[in-house]
């Protein structure tokens, strides 16, 4: 029944405008602000046609877990854009990050994995599988 749906994602953060400006313009994705008032949201586009909603919450509480994964061909060059746009990269106890905050992975899913947050807290990360 919904297999030819085109599903889409989204979450809340507690700050429209900052969030436009973390998702436009420090990670440099495409982002449309529709309706107004109470019912401002953005439309961040992702690659492939996908996009999520990001809506405004007064009693926003952060994302615990990863919400958007961004698959990346070179995470050493990913996390060095992220540093270099001011992003710090989260550590989190029970995992081996490196010097650079990155966790390497085994086999059989994604070989590299770093996380961050955006402004409201929301956990992200880029994910470069082999």
């Known amino acids: 029944m919904l297999g030819q749906s085109h599903a889409y994602s989204?979450?809340?953060?507690?700050d429209l405008d900052v969030a436009r400006r973390f998702y436009g313009e420090t990670l440099g994705l495409q982002v449309e602000e529709t309706g107004?008032?109470?019912?401002?949201?953005?439309?961040?586009?992702?690659?492939g046609g996908a996009h999520v909603f990001v809506y405004p919450k007064d009693t926003h509480t952060p994302a615990t877990f990863t919400?958007?994964?961004?698959?990346?061909?070179?995470?050493?060059?990913?996390?060095?854009?992220l540093d270099?746009?001011?992003?710090t990269l989260e550590r989190y106890s029970g995992f081996d990050?490196?010097?650079k905050g990155i966790v390497r992975?085994?086999?059989?899913?994604?070989?590299?994995?770093?996380?961050?947050t955006d402004p409201?807290?929301?956990?992200?990360?880029?994910?470069?599988?082999?």
Request: net charge negative.
């Open 10 to 14: 989204g979450f809340s953060v507690d």
């Open 36 to 47: 107004q008032g109470e019912m401002r949201m953005l439309t961040v586009k992702l690659g």
């Open 67 to 81: 919400i958007l994964n961004f698959p990346v061909d070179d995470i050493e060059a990913a996390v060095a854009e």
């Open 84 to 87: 270099r746009r001011g992003v």
């Open 97 to 99: 990050h490196d010097e």
């Open 105 to 116: 992975v085994g086999q059989g899913g994604p070989t590299a994995i770093a996380w961050f």
């Open 120 to 130: 409201a807290g929301n956990v992200l990360s880029v994910v470069q599988e082999d």
